[in-house]
């Protein structure tokens, strides 16, 4: 995919191993201290994008499909919400992350890795895909970029990546040591 948008055109690809440093360093300061490994972005059932101007990779995003079976048991507080009720498919999609490196935010570069991840989820229909999107005093991050690509808020959950920042020891950029006490907007769309 390329954007002309910007003052360089941004190109995004599916991200291969010597990404993975880049990618590494950009999801430590984005999304905190360890909270994605390399069997995150690379490991078998991860798809991951990486969005470069010039040689410089400025993003990535890293998405999944799953069994209900599974998404019931990974991510059992989304799949309670009321809101999901009538949403849950077999398989969903999963949007598990998106940052981009600080020095290039707010030119549309996460809006165009949400819209081209979105080319994972061409199939089967129907499909809903989640994100949970971390949420600080500023608001949550990504609500712009996913409602520009199609996604609704279907509620919020409190301490969300709690028990996962003391199991994994990740340290959140805004709560630093864990555990993590922020909050997440879950946002879906279902593709028919
Ligand atoms: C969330 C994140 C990925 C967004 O990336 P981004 O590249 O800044 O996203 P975009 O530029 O597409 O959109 C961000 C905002 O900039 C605006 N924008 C886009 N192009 C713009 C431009 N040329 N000039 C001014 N504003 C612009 C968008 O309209 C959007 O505004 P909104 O949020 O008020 O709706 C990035 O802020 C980030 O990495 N945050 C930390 C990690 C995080 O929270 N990740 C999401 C949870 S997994």
Redesign the pocket.
């Known amino acids: 995919m390329m954007c002309e948008?910007?003052d360089q055109t941004l190109v995004i690809e599916t991200a291969t191993s010597s990404d993975l440093p880049e990618i590494l360093r950009?999801a430590d300061a984005?999304?905190g201290v360890s909270y994605m490994q390399s069997s995150d972005i690379l490991g078998a059932h991860r798809t991951t994008f990486a969005a470069f101007l010039g040689h410089r990779l400025v993003?990535f995003l890293s998405a999944s499909i799953l069994s209900l079976a599974d998404f019931r048991e990974c991510y059992a507080r989304i799949a309670q919400l009321p809101e999901m009720g009538d949403r849950l498919t077999d398989p969903m999609g999963i949007?598990?992350?998106?940052?981009?490196?600080?020095r290039?935010?707010?030119?549309?570069?996460?809006?165009?890795?949400?819209a081209h991840g979105m080319t994972l989820f061409a199939e089967p229909r129907p499909l809903t895909i989640i994100?949970?999107?971390?949420a600080?005093n500023q608001g949550?991050?990504?609500?712009?970029?996913v409602?520009?690509n199609g996604f609704q808020k279907v509620g919020y959950l409190k301490d969300y990546w709690q028990e996962d920042s003391l199991a994994r020891g990740y340290e959140c950029?805004t709560c630093g040591k864990p555990p993590c006490r922020c909050v997440a907007g879950i946002f879906a769309q279902t593709l028919r």
């Open positions: 948008t910007l950009i984005r999304l993003g949007l598990h992350a998106v940052a981009v490196d600080a290039y935010e707010k030119r549309g570069i996460g809006t165009a890795l949400i994100t949970a999107g971390w600080d949550v991050h990504i609500a712009g970029p409602r520009e950029p």
